[in-house]
Each structure stands twice: as structure tokens, then as C-alpha cells.
């Protein structure tokens, strides 16, 4: 167990909506990154959050943002959702700003869009 | 921009074979480089890593050697275990400046049948 917790662990959705995935960072982690996984794109990163504050931005869709709140856990909120969308999401988190820190992932949450 | 780029899968070896795992990179600079390991069902862990040319890291029996000059980090282990069944990833980050994410491969499974 990473420690990492992420909710729900399964999500089907239809094309158009919107949904929220949510995660709660180790206890005493600061940063919270998200990524996404994908057959075709692999592992991509998503954005980081630090204590609150946005700190690195990969290739978010700008359909998708983020946020992270004073108690540390993060959501990540993805709308006007495509099946392309389709993929497992990843909360990982560290207790620092950079990742040449080691990070601890969630389970994942696995989003289907129909 | 920095890429890493993996030996595709599926591997499939029989238990207490040589495994090889290769892993090249494409980065300026000195990046940080990692493997993690997924096993089914559960979040990526980190498994070794390496922060300088002809560092060598270490983990449950598996090595990699940052070459430097072959931009590579290829995982090896000698007698492998069904319990090794996994996706692997091979991963990279770029410290400093505002570049904090990893950047991942597209990962590699390994099945190990008894």
C-alpha cells in the first residue's frame, strides 16, 4: 500500500459530462501530481500541485484542470468528456517539489467514457 | 524534448531465467533516470534509480547502469521469479528549473511462467 488513495476506482460516464477524480496524498506529502495512462500515449504527465499552488504543467487538455486544496488532496475535474478521454488515471505524490524525489502512486482510477 | 524509448513486449521468460530489459534515452543534460514497476491491478512503485552517469541502482535483485555515453539504462536481472510479472517503466526527469515532470516509456510486461 503506497499510502496514495484515489476515488473512484472505476468510473463509466457518457461523452459531453463531467467528472471529478479525486486523491489524497501520503500523510505528509505536499506535492500531488496527476497522469494519465493510455494504450496509445503511454504514461503522460498531467500537471503538479504543491502545497496548493500549481507547480508544473505536462499535456493537459485545457477540457481538464485541476486543483489542490488547503487539507492536500487533490481533484483532478475533466469535462465536455470524448471517448478518447477513455483512460486510467494516476495520482502520485511526494514530499517535495521536484521528482527527482521518489513518488508514490495510487491505484489509479479507471475512467470509460461511452 | 526528452523521450525514453523501451524494448516492446510482451516478454515472456520461463522462471529463473536472464532477464533484459532495454531502455534508451533522449534528454539535455544530466537527467535522473528510474525504473518503476506496475503490478497488476495496483499503482507504479518505484524500483532503482540512478542520478549520475555510471551510477549503478539496486533493488529486490534488479540493476541498471546509467551509460552516459550510450544513453542508456537497461534493466537486468539474473534469475527471474513468477512473482516479477509486471509491467515495467523506464522513466526520466530533468531536475531544475520549472521541468519537474518524469517522462515515461510506454512500458514493457513481463510474463514469468513457472
Known amino acids: 500500500d503506497s499510502g496514495v488513495t484515489q476515488t473512484p476506482k472505476h468510473l463509466i460516464t457518457a461523452t459531453g459530462q463531467r467528472v471529478t477524480l479525486r486523491c489524497s496524498p501520503r500523510?505528509?506529502?505536499?506535492?500531488v501530481y496527476w497522469y494519465q495512462q493510455s494504450l496509445d500515449q503511454g504514461l503522460q504527465f498531467l500537471i503538479q500541485?504543491?502545497?496548493?499552488?500549481?507547480?508544473a504543467k505536462g499535456n493537459i487538455l485545457e477540457r481538464f484542470s485541476a486543483q489542490q486544496f488547503p487539507d492536500l488532496h487533490s481533484e483532478l475535474n475533466l469535462s465536455s468528456l470524448e471517448l478518447g478521454d477513455s483512460a486510467l488515471y494516476f495520482c502520485?505524490?511526494?514530499?517535495?517539489?521536484?521528482?527527482?524525489?521518489?513518488?508514490?502512486f495510487g491505484s489509479g482510477t479507471q475512467l470509460s467514457v461511452l | 524534448g526528452d523521450s525514453v524509448t523501451q524494448m516492446e513486449g510482451p516478454v515472456t521468460l520461463s522462471e529463473e531465467a536472464f532477464l533484459t530489459i532495454n531502455c534508451t534515452y533522449t534528454?539535455?543534460?544530466?537527467?535522473?533516470l528510474f525504473w518503476y514497476v506496475q503490478y497488476p491491478g495496483e499503482g507504479l512503485q518505484l524500483l532503482l534509480k540512478?542520478?549520475?552517469?555510471?551510477d549503478k541502482g539496486s533493488n529486490k535483485g534488479f540493476e541498471a547502469t546509467y551509460r552516459k555515453e550510450t544513453t542508456s539504462f537497461h534493466l537486468e536481472k539474473g534469475s527471474v521469479q513468477v512473482s516479477d510479472s509486471a509491467v515495467y517503466f523506464c522513466?526520466?526527469?530533468?531536475?531544475?528549473?520549472?521541468?519537474?515532470?518524469?517522462?515515461f516509456g510506454k512500458g514493457t510486461l513481463l510474463t514469468v511462467n513457472p
Open positions: 500523510s505528509g506529502d505536499l506535492s
Open positions: 502520485a505524490s511526494s514530499p517535495g517539489q521536484t521528482t527527482n524525489e521518489k513518488l508514490f
Open positions: 522513466a526520466l526527469v530533468r531536475p531544475g528549473g520549472s521541468n519537474y515532470k518524469l517522462t
Open positions: 540512478a542520478t549520475k552517469a555510471d
Open positions: 500541485y504543491y502545497n496548493g499552488e500549481e507547480r
Open positions: 534528454a539535455t543534460g544530466y537527467p535522473s
